[in-house]
């Protein structure tokens, strides 16, 4: 468990860890400055069950803020990832049983590299491609119940298919100064209805809605 605070570093993982914030991502900031990984995960032995990176604001403006390698798997969930590099990546995912949920993503030219994982209960926010296939052919990562707003493309050849329940076009109306989802901000309720918020309602899109979520 991390402190509230600001850590300049970057941050490699290389045995099965849950790493998350004490008091969730407003309070915890990491700067990766312009590292080529902010944070990367290697290895087989990671898995989404017992890995995990939760409740921070990361801030990169290297080439990929999270990277997943080498058979590597996790959980992505309720954090804020800000990319300010012409070429930034929020995330690289070369996994199959990866979970990226309830985030905000917001400025990289590339939001999601990915090959195979779950997608959902997120928010893209002014970003250049929301997914980018790095599979040859058609990929099975169909992301869904995610809100995009203020993007230029969703996704490059071969395309990735998004699910039925994404919001397109929509701002996501976070309070001013804070990534927190105003009172009538289309996020709120519209995620997926298998993930609860920690009153019992139908969970909320972005970094502060889900099970996990921080108050």
Not at 53 to 70: D, K, N, T, V
């Amino acid at each position: 468990r991390v402190r509230a605070g600001i850590y300049r570093e970057g941050v490699r993982i290389y045995k099965p860890l849950w790493v998350e914030s004490e008091e969730g991502p407003e309070a915890t900031i990491i700067d990766t400055w312009d590292q080529w990984f902010g944070i990367l995960f290697a290895g087989e032995s990671l898995d989404s069950l017992n890995t995990c990176f939760r409740g921070f604001l990361i801030h990169s403006s290297g080439r990929q803020a999270i990277a997943l390698h080498e058979g590597a798997n996790a959980q992505i969930i309720n954090n804020i990832i800000e990319a300010s590099g012409t070429y930034n990546a929020y995330l690289y995912f070369g996994t199959f049983n990866s979970s990226v949920c309830n985030n905000v993503f917001v400025g990289a030219s590339f939001a999601l590299q990915v090959t195979f994982s779950n997608v959902s209960n997120n928010i893209f926010f002014q970003t250049g491609y929301v997914v980018w296939n790095l599979h040859v052919s058609e990929n099975p990562v169909r992301p869904d119940y995610n809100l995009v707003f203020d993007y230029t493309w969703l996704t490059n050849e071969p395309p990735i298919q998004f699910g039925e329940h994404n919001i397109f076009g929509e701002d996501p109306l976070f309070i001013e100064g804070s990534y927190r989802l105003s009172e009538s901000s289309p996020a709120i309720d519209t995620g997926s209805p298998a993930l609860r918020d920690p009153d019992g309602s139908r969970s909320d899109m972005g970094a502060f809605g889900g099970p996990f979520a921080y108050p």
